[in-house]
């Protein structure tokens, strides 16, 4: 039992009794402008500081209606309220306009106590008021502000929301209520936080002065594969405790607050330019790689009948040694001229391995093929794994072994007639493996084909046209080159998967 327990168990020593006399010098002292009505709220008393309040001496109010007081613009609704209570003989509490003697007004914060005598009749009021008109100023003052500063934070096209310590949101604006919908999460600031800083309950908790960031950057990814990219930045400020036990010793806490831009028109825009930039180098390098393939393929083909040549010589020799001479002469040159061309191959990219994100290898594949699979009516569902490990690779190359894999699903479903028009490009992977899956709604390869489709010169376009074939040689050179493997199987979506699997330590599977 606490010493204030005690207290209040001990019965009370009997005080001596008051006289009226000190009642009415208590009364007429108070600091507090005090009236006694009667049950008409005809004044019968005021006290000193009535006077002091009102203008009114005590000679000049008492015997008239405390409605002397009114300024008469105060609603007829809160009298009504007010004589509801007292009628019902309950006190009564509230702010009115009045008007003091000499005309000026002020606010009058009221409290008006029935008297209630032995019978259960009132026959009195008690009326207790004071001058507030400061105390309203400044609360009109502090409202207008919030207003302004509200009417500023939601005007603004950042994103705002204030988290307690519990990680409760205290205040936001509109563009943090749009996130919720855009972003479809039940708190974006929670679910930025664990993306941005996974520790941020424990650090909000213990250490809030660690919390603070500028301008990271997430991005969301949206359906058609289009991305959002928000810029956040997240500071503590320190609130004041409104607490009644922190009233003299003003206890602050922590406050996270957060601001949410979006930048994806800007990021938009810079990986428009990335993806003109990309497909500039694509487009010249599969021209070098086609030229470097058709040179290949004919330098294979020449070589066919020189071979038959060189057997003729070999038979010749004996029986026509002058012929097989000519023969070996022409024969000669003919490989001169092989050599020649052979050195005039374009060479292949020379790019160095770096660490990469194959994540990004095929955004940036999607993005540059954005206009043909637009063009071709096909719909993307583009699944990256959330998290993928990074792998050593050369970006180039490898852009242009997914871009050719998009490329011949494009290719296999844009044909006259075809309806379902779909590819599926998804990414999963753990901390030894990679795996890419392409897969689209094209006819398919036949097993026949699923092995003879990697060999050089490999057609089942009928090696006519643009095409001779070479695309999936050239994809399975470049897998290989990075220690991967790639597969040809059948789609869930009715036509061919190319299953394309790494290690992420890049050693051969
Ligand atoms: P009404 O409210 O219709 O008043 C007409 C008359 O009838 C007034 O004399 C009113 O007092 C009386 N009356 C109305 N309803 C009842 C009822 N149910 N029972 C008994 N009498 C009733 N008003 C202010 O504007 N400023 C003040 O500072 C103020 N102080 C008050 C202090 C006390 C102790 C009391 C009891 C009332 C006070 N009033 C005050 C209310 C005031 O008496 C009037 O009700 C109010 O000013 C409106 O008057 P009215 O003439 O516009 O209209």
Redesign the pocket.
């Known amino acids: 039992m606490t010493t204030h327990d005690l207290l209040a168990t001990r019965p009370a020593r009997q005080a001596p009794p008051l006289t009226p006399e000190l009642y009415r010098l208590a009364v007429d002292q108070a600091d507090l402008a005090v ?3 009667d ?4 004044i019968l008393f005021v006290n000193e500081a009535f006077t002091r309040v009102t203008g009114y001496a005590p000679e000049e109010i008492v015997g008239r ?3 002397t ?4 613009t ?1 609603p ?1 609704s809160l ?1 009504k309220t ?2 509801e209570a ?2 019902a003989q309950r006190p009564w509490t509230g702010r ?1 306009l ?1 008007r003091r003697k000499d005309g000026s007004l002020y606010v ?1 914060e ?1 409290t ?1 106590s029935p008297v209630v005598n032995a019978q259960g009749k009132t026959t009195h ?3 207790m ?1 004071r001058d507030v008109t400061e105390l309203h100023r400044l609360e009109r003052t502090v409202r207008n502000q919030k207003q302004l500063i509200e009417s500023v934070v939601d005007a603004a096209p950042i994103a705002f929301a204030l988290l307690d310590p519990t990680g409760r949101v205290l205040l936001d604006n509109q563009e943090y209520k749009k996130l919720v919908t855009d972003l479809a999460v039940a708190e974006p600031a929670h679910h930025l936080l664990d993306r941005l800083a996974p520790e941020w309950r424990a650090g909000l908790a213990d250490a809030p002065a660690s919390l603070g960031f500028n301008n990271l950057e997430v991005r969301f990814e949206r359906p058609g594969g289009r991305s959002r990219w928000l810029s956040v930045s997240a500071s503590i400020i320190d609130m004041q405790s409104d607490c009644a036990d922190s009233y003299f010793c003003a206890s602050g806490q922590p406050g996270l607050l957060m601001a949410v831009a979006d930048i994806s028109s800007l990021r938009e825009e810079q990986e428009r330019a990335k993806a003109a930039a990309l497909q500039a180098v694509l487009a010249e390098e599969e021209r070098a790689a086609a030229i470097r393939e058709g040179l290949s393929a004919a330098l294979f083909r020449l070589e066919e009948p020189m071979n038959v040549m060189a057997s003729a010589i070999a038979v010749l020799q004996r029986r026509d040694p002058a012929s097989a001479g000519m023969l070996r002469q022409a024969l000669d040159a003919s490989r001169e001229h092989l050599e020649t061309l052979r050195q005039v191959i374009p060479p292949g990219p020379q790019e160095i391995l770096v660490s990469l994100n194959l994540n990004e290898v095929l955004r940036d594949v999607l993005e540059v093929s954005t206009p043909r699979l637009l063009a071709a009516g096909i719909v993307v569902d583009w699944r990256p794994a959330a998290t993928l490990p990074a792998m050593l690779g050369r970006p180039l190359q490898l852009r242009m072994l997914f871009k050719a894999l998009v490329d011949n699903a494009i290719e296999a479903m844009n044909v006259k007639g075809w309806k379902r028009r779909e590819l599926a490009l998804t990414t999963c992977g753990d901390s030894e493996r990679i795996v890419v899956e392409v897969c689209d709604s094209g006819p398919g390869i036949p097993d026949a084909w699923r092995v003879k489709a990697f060999e050089p010169f490999f057609t089942v376009k009928g090696g006519t046209g643009r095409h001779i074939g070479t695309g999936l040689s050239r994809v399975q050179q470049v897998v290989a080159d990075h220690g991967g493997i790639i597969d040809l199987a059948e789609s869930p979506l009715g036509g061919c998967a190319a299953i394309v699997e790494f290690r992420v330590d890049g050693d051969p599977i």
């Open positions: 009236s006694i009505t049950a008409k709220a005809k209606n405390e409605s007081l009114s300024n008469r105060t007829a009298y007010m004589w007292l009628g009115l009045n009058s009221l008006i009021f008690l009326g008021h």
